[in-house]
């Protein structure tokens, strides 16, 4: 299998294909669609008014359809095993064939060079939310700030637990949900370690129920009001003002965790006949929350990784993102291909990447020239996503520019906060060393989501 | 409260447009000096080092002036500036009390020793008359090198004398770049002669020279000589910190023609600071000049406090300065001046009805400072116009890039060649080319662009070029994302 046509060859080699003969398979240039299967096999759908090169069409257009056969057997060649069942490649859709819908779906994308009148349609098993808008607003709603990493154990958790302390500390009212369905941590940092005594149900001092609870319940139609109130409770870490936690597993002491949560992605059909993806419930979640919590800020923690659970916290939620990060080549290779495949939707990519800033996470404290390797780095893998042939008003911003997405906002390593669990090392909430490890980002994530106006 | 439209009447009214702050000189109560620069020109300081546009020949002028020399000595507590005996000793300016760059190369070509030759002039300026028989400099440099001890006699008694009287005299240097156009060789052998006597000069105490130096010029072959480095470490630099432009720029508002009382009534209503002052000059109030605190605070009132665009980071009084600045963090003080007047300009032009809450609205300060790249190029081609052949075929490059890339740009242009003989843009000019750059190592002028502060090198090799270049020189930062237009 030497001569093996990969994946990646095959989608470059049928593009390819595709582009120079478009004017053979629509010569009114009105619809024409890629389609890239799960399995990666391709499809051509074409929807053009403009019978000429249909193989059923009997009038004297034999070069057309002779041309359409070569091009179907060139490409063939071209994607090898990638080819579609039966080798049926192109299908010829009348005006009302539904599968027409199929072209406005969001998520598929005008590759550049090309007209817009082709598109391409990946149809992807998982993740397929990276490239959906995000999802219209139903209620004046609280800031939201979401906390991910391409890698865990940078610290993100114990940065969204110090903030949420210090706002708490401001007056506001937090909410704190925890998304890291696969390796919860939120709720044992931030709620208490009590031991359940003879005849409880639930850990003393935590909500019945978790963020799983909500989908598996929400399948029946049994997320309600009533549920909602079980899924959170108060942290004792809270001074002044509040903070409400929703964990990823609630503090029954009798559940079947993993069965919940390998129930937790799906996409839902609706009565309508229409799917409701994990987004849309996710959004509805947050929204009942808030509806029923009234917080003056939602932190979000997500799971590490470029997995579905990010796809819509990190795209969908109109939240603003910090997006942690270590310098290194893991870490910014996988950055990158998250950004180049968000290159393919630019008109959601141009709102997306307003919100986005950088975390420069266990910086360590002596070594300066470290910041600034960090948003060289940065700035290089950003550059996928800032404008092209940049004037003075596009968004493109130099490496050292502070306001600038990629320019890191630092958080300090120290060995205090190796292992945090604030309810027992109170060390750990002491003003001078939280201010020393944490006090860049405690000033502009404040800042960031409780934007100062100003007053002349 | 004073209007927004007002206050940007007074930032065009009372900064220098571009023309004006290339020729004039600036009005007595429009001078702004530094606290690094106020050591740079007591009397003890033999050796000032600044780049275009940092203000060697400003103060050059002022100093020569009596009427400046007395404000400075007012106004910058200078009191040894009150009676003080100032003449030049070589400048960009041409007079026939100095050998002129010609002079100087004949001088060299008759075997006349460079130290010798700053001896003359040094003696004909603090003995007038001495040379009475000598007309010409080739005549004045050989009986300096035959009377060596009747010429430390006479420097020394005019110095007593002066020190008697207690009336400094002062000879200033300046354009020393210039003194042998097209040869490094030349250019650092008649600067090692100055620096040595300069050297020397610490022995006098009413004599003194001030050389304002390019940064590039002192380098191993003028500062060869023994105990070199007690001068060159004690040189003082015409620095210019975010304080400092921030302190030009609140000097020349509260002092300009109309709108000057506006301004000042500004800085009472939003800082609560006074201006005290005499008719037509108010020095800034201390508070101004020295704490960067109350000068956030006066500029947020003026240009709001962030740049918007989303990010709650770019604080407007950083932002200028740090997207003004070259690859070592320098900003012209021009540059900086010009990219805020256009900035009110193009304010009045977005909001002409006076509406918006700031005089300086901030995508019209992106504006000003995005033009004012222009301003700092054309300050390098003064120095450097061989640096024009160098950024010219660089126009589209996309940055940061590969050395390579430039390479072969260059070698498509022929810039090396023109950059070394003088045989692109610049082949009129009186110029030096660049330092230690030739032909047969094109790597070596991607390192004099660098030392020019012109490039950078990214930690992965890779040149980057810093906007305040980038934009005049055509050149375009890397991006993904189609714009759409």
């Known amino acids: 299998m030497n001569n093996a046509v990969r994946f990646d060859a095959a989608f470059s080699n049928a593009l390819e294909l595709l582009q120079k003969n478009l004017l053979l398979l629509a010569p009114a240039m009105e619809r024409v669609l890629l389609v890239r299967d799960v399995l990666g096999c391709f499809r051509i759908l074409v929807n053009d008014s403009s019978t000429e090169a249909r193989p059923d069409n009997q009038a004297d257009s034999f070069v057309a359809q002779a041309n359409i056969e070569n091009f179907a057997q060139d490409f063939l060649v071209g994607v090898g095993q990638y080819a579609p069942p039966a080798n049926n490649l192109i299908q010829w859709l009348e005006a009302d064939n539904p599968l027409g819908d199929l072209f406005d779906l969001p998520e598929a994308w005008t590759p550049p060079d090309s007209p817009s009148y082709l598109k391409v349609l990946d149809r992807l098993v998982t993740g397929r939310e990276w490239l959906l808008p995000q999802l219209p607003n139903k209620l004046p709603r609280p800031p939201r700030a979401v906390f991910f990493g391409l890698k865990g154990g940078v610290g993100r958790s114990t940065a969204l637990a110090v903030l949420a302390w210090h706002l708490s500390a401001q007056g506001k009212k937090v909410l704190v949900i925890d998304l890291d369905l696969e390796s919860p941590g939120l709720g044992p940092i931030l709620l208490p370690t009590s031991l359940p005594q003879e005849g409880d149900t639930c850990v003393p001092g935590w909500p019945t129920f978790g963020v799983v609870d909500w989908f598996v319940e929400d399948t029946v139609g049994q997320a309600d009001e009533s549920l909602i109130r079980d899924m959170y409770v108060r942290s004792p870490l809270a001074s002044h003002g509040d903070i409400l936690v929703v964990p990823a597993c609630g503090g029954l002491l009798d559940q079947q965790y993993l069965s919940k949560l390998s129930r937790a992605y799906l996409d839902l059909p609706t009565r309508a006949g229409e799917t409701e993806l994990f987004g849309d419930r996710l959004a509805c979640m947050l929204d009942q929350l808030e509806s029923v919590v009234s917080p003056d800020v939602v932190l979000i923690d997500s799971r590490a990784g470029l997995h579905d659970i990010s796809s819509v916290t990190l795209t969908r939620l109109g939240a603003h993102n910090f997006l942690f990060a270590v310098n290194t080549r893991q870490t910014w290779e996988g950055y990158r291909h998250l950004f180049r495949h968000w290159q393919r939707t630019p008109e959601h990519l141009r709102d997306l990447r307003k919100h986005l800033s950088v975390v420069g996470a266990l910086c360590p404290a002596a070594d300066e020239s470290y910041l600034q390797e960090l948003s060289e780095s940065a700035a290089d893998v950003f550059a996928e996503i800032y404008d092209a042939d940049a004037g003075a008003d596009d968004f493109n911003y130099a490496p050292g520019a502070e306001d600038a997405p990629h320019y890191p906002i630092a958080i300090h390593a120290h060995a205090e906060y190796a292992i945090f669990a604030p309810q027992e090392k109170a060390a750990q909430l002491n003003k001078n060393l939280i201010q020393f490890v944490f006090g860049d980002f405690l000033e502009n994530a404040t800042a960031i989501l409780f934007p100062e106006v100003d007053e002349t | ?485």
């Open chain 2, 1 to 485: 409260m004073s209007s927004v439209t007002e206050l940007r009447q007074c930032f065009l009214g009372g900064l220098p447009d571009e023309s004006q702050a290339e020729h004039d000189m600036p009005k007595p109560a429009q001078i702004y000096m530094p606290p690094a620069h106020r050591r740079a020109l007591s009397l003890d300081a033999p050796l000032v080092v600044g780049g275009r546009g940092a203000g060697k020949t400003l103060w050059l002028r002022a100093l020569k002036d009596k009427s400046y020399r007395e404000l400075l000595a007012k106004a910058f507590e200078f009191p040894d500036f009150a009676s003080i005996e100032v003449k030049i000793g070589f400048s960009t300016e041409s007079s026939e009390n100095v050998p002129d760059s010609r002079t100087l190369n004949d001088l060299l070509r008759n075997q006349c020793d460079a130290y010798n030759i700053w001896s003359a002039v040094i003696l004909h300026a603090f003995v007038p008359g001495h040379f009475a028989l000598q007309s010409t400099w080739g005549a004045r440099t050989r009986w300096v090198a035959d009377n060596g001890e009747a010429v430390s006699n006479l420097l020394r008694s005019v110095d007593s004398e002066a020190a008697q009287s207690a009336e400094n005299k002062l000879l200033l240097f300046d354009g020393l770049d210039t003194t042998a156009p097209r040869s490094w060789e030349d250019t650092q052998v008649l600067l090692k002669g100055l620096l040595m006597l300069t050297h020397q000069f610490r022995q006098y105490r009413a004599l003194r020279l001030k050389l304002f130096i390019r940064p590039d010029m002192l380098e191993r072959r003028s500062i060869a000589f023994p105990d070199s480095s007690k001068l060159i470490n004690n040189a003082l630099k015409l620095e210019w910190k975010d304080i400092d432009l921030y302190g030009l720029l609140f000097q020349y508002l509260g002092n300009a023609d109309q709108g000057g009382q506006v301004f000042r009534d500004f800085t009472v209503a939003t800082i609560r600071t006074q201006w005290s002052g005499t008719q037509n000059s108010f020095p800034l109030p201390k508070p101004l000049r020295e704490d960067g605190e109350m000068q956030q605070r006066l500029f947020h009132a003026l240009a709001g406090k962030s740049m918007g665009g989303g990010s709650q980071r770019g604080d407007t009084w950083k932002w200028v300065p740090n997207h003004l600045s070259d690859a070592s963090g320098y900003v012209s003080p021009r540059s900086f001046i010009s990219a805020l007047r256009n900035a009110a300009k193009n304010s009045g032009e977005r909001d002409p009805s006076g509406k918006a809450k700031t005089a300086l609205i901030w995508q019209a300060i992106q504006t000003g400072v995005a033009k004012a790249s222009a301003i700092r190029v054309r300050e390098l081609q003064e120095d450097y116009p061989w640096i024009d052949d160098a950024i010219a075929p660089l126009k589209g490059l996309l940055v940061p890039c590969e050395i390579k890339e430039i390479l072969r740009k260059w070698t498509d242009h022929e810039t090396l060649s023109k950059v070394l003989n003088g045989r692109g843009n610049h082949r009129n000019t009186e110029r030096l080319p660049p330092v230690d750059v030739s032909q047969n190592d094109p790597k070596s002028l991607i390192e004099a662009m660098r030392s020019l502060n012109v490039f950078s090198y990214r930690k992965d090799g890779r040149v980057d070029v810093p906007d305040i270049i980038r934009v005049e020189a055509g050149m375009t930062r890397r991006g993904g994302v189609p714009v759409r237009r």
